[in-house]
């Protein structure tokens, strides 16, 4: 079967006020909704549906997304501390608990959830279902007797936002809130598959709502009152009483245009575009404190250094506003490269920012004065423009040295092209901003061509955005089961491959790649040095949505028992062809569009160029000697500027080795004793893979790597130092290693954790030691402009 990892498409449409808004619930405000029913509905069977996307983590707090009040015991729906997900079945002196195995701390886009609850169920696991994000989710714990009536859906106090006691507020944006009453439904009700991305969606909900039933989507934000914020627009009149919200102008404002679906043509005002807009990210913070869904930026006692942003990009022109709600002494706002935070905004080389209250601007450690210093109040006001690299910063609707933004009349710095997010440090305690990235109106118009940081503006990527050119159209992975050497088909790739790559989970045996170019049945294995073995029976044909696997009796490790099997397939080019672009002749099959190629060659015993057919220059080669024993050698120039290599099959550290870096169209290599090679090219492609590098932190901090898409495999290895396995890891948070033939391990919350644009680091030693630098190569389920929370 293919392992497809849930994912949301934010669909194009958003008319009649559907999921035109979303409302912020701040804890620190003691935000919520509540109603009373004046009768009880039906307490064993009913669904709640919602969009969520979460701000603060747990941290203790236990956010809730509904509850009811029981009294000893209630019931309750949320995110239990570490993140995990959790349902409270209660009433009286009663209550059971279920929690999730997987956590959920993706702050950067939105989840639908869905609880369908059903005590009528003879199968005690059927009484109580959890899907997120289309998908069913795995809940363990102790599960209602059979009939047991809850307290959701009593004549009790029924709460949104806050748990039943009182103690515990949410820190989340919600919109297309249902509630349907007496039937226990999948998420096929409130969602749909979008079918040009293949990504889940938002639709709306045309079934019976029963008794206590009710639809909340926030789009009545002319007050706070039931019958406007809390309108119930199933047509029950079972409004909500809102408590504690704002939709007056300005900071407080609690209802804005961030929502999970994509329409809307940005005229510079902000509010108007809907989608997924850009917040401060707690997972790249190094200490200062996030509220107000993550667009309130308070300092701390203990000066941090840098806290990043969800959003990056790399071309187009942006715009945002900070305003400096409290002044300090050397609040720092600005963009910068690398989503690095031991480091000040303007410290390094790659980041560019304004002193807010010193009226200086700052780069690579050098502050000279420039503008004006801002007082409590203040807008501060920064347009960066990628297409010509450049940066201008203003304060209340005047910019800089009169600097013009769309003119490009003098930038405060030109910049160094690049991949930037906003960054921010208020210092220490007292100094606060309130940000905008568009998702409420700016308080000064964006220069004209301006946008906001909102997916919706997001460029339109090569790969993700149609049917053909999904992301499982050039990298997906297949779960299988072996027949005991008997021949069978796997399919469910989508696409016939021209690289596979298989691995058994729970057995300790060889890796075995396979290629278009080598033919099939001819087999190398990362975790040895070995020559290419010719093993018939094994992998028997590359098919157009799979392959074919043999009845091999040499235990080759690809189809021998009932047990499961990974598979990692790319497409390359198909059939090779000849290239005469380097110094020798290759084979190639390559997928320029994707970033990928195989190339064989024969060496000639002296350094010589191979031409690679990318048409840009790959940052990672992986080469392997075909005809005898040699290691695998893993060839980048993104560590330090020159050419060093790894080996796949050890735990050696990375070193020089001499080459010149590859160009667009061909990299040297060099075997002295001239054997018969296969080259893997990889390059970055936006949107859908990268290689690049990262720094361990020892986990003292969350360490957090932007990709710019959803990864659905990441490969990673620690080049400073030896002694450390290679990790492959994917979105069920399990790795196996390439250099040994090891079980697959499985681990929770797992070293890494995916996120809709990146991934955060979790772990230690062999991902995250602290100082170490790591190379890693990811490739994406589904590029962030349509990405879903992971």
Known sequence: MAFTPRRLMRGASGAGGSRARSLRFNSADSAYLNRTPAS?????????????????????????????????????????????????????????????????????????????????????????????????????????????????????????????????????YMTEVYMVDGQALTPSSFGETNADTGVWQPKAYTGTYGTNGFYLNFSDNSNTTATTLGRDYSGNGNNWTPNNFSVSS????????????????????????????????PLSNSGGALVNGNLQFNGTSSPFTRGNSTIAVSSGKWYFEANLTTASSSTTVGIGQGFITDKYPGQDALSYAQTLEQGSKINNNVQPAYGVALTSGDIFMCAFDLDNNKIFF??????????????????????????????????????????????????????????????????????????????????????YNGTNQTAQNITGVGFQPDFTWIKWRVNTYYHNLFDVLRGVNNVLSTNVAVAEGIRSGTLTSFNSDGFSLGNDSTYSGVNVDATSYVAWNWKAGGTGVNNTSGQISSTVSANPTAGFSIVTFTADGTTKTVGHGLGVKPSLIIVKVRNGSGSWITMTDIITGSMQYGVLNSTAAFANIGYSAPTSTVFQYNDNNGNTQVAYCFASIEGYSKIGTYTGNGNTNRNFVYLGFTPALILVKRTSSSGTNWRIVNPRRVYLSPNTSDTEYASYPGPFLQTANGFEISAGDDVNENGGTFIYAAFASSPFKYALAQ
């Open 40 to 172: 009880a509905g039906n307490r064993r069977t009913w669904t709640w549906s919602g969009w969520v996307k979460r701000s603060a983590l747990s941290g203790g707090n236990y956010p809730q997304l509904m509850s009811a009040d029981g009294g000893t015991y209630g019931s309750k729906i949320g995110f239990f501390d570490g993140d995990y997900f959790w349902v409270d079945v209660g009433q009286g002196s009663t209550y059971t608990r279920l929690t999730s195995t997987a956590v959920y701390r993706d702050v950067s886009a939105w989840y639908h959830i869905v609880v369908a609850q059903d005590t009528t169920q003879a199968t005690e696991t059927n009484r109580v279902k959890v899907y997120i994000n289309g998908s069913q989710i795995t809940i363990s714990g102790t599960w209602p007797t059979q009939n047991f009536d809850g307290s959701i859906n009593n004549n009790s106090a029924q709460n949104i936002g806050r748990e039943s006691t009182a103690t515990y507020y949410s820190d989340v």
């Open 250 to 281: 300005g900071v407080g404002n609690d209802s804005v245009v961030d929502v999970p679906t994509s329409f809307g043509t940005d005229t510079g005002v902000g509010g108007n575009v809907r989608g997924n807009y850009c917040t401060w990210n």
């Open 394 to 479: 203003g304060r209340n609707g005047t910019w800089f040295d009169s600097s013009n933004p769309v003119t490009g009349t003098s930038p405060a710095y030109t910049l160094t092209a690049g991949t930037y997010c906003p960054i921010a440090r208020p210092y220490s305690t007292g100094g606060v901003i309130h940000s905008n990235f568009g998702q409420r109106p700016f308080a000064y118009t964006a220069p004209s061509g301006f946008k906001a940081l909102c997916t919706t503006n997001l460029p339109t990527p090569t790969i993700g955005a149609t049917t053909a050119t999904q992301s499982g159209k050039f990298f997906n992975t297949v779960l």
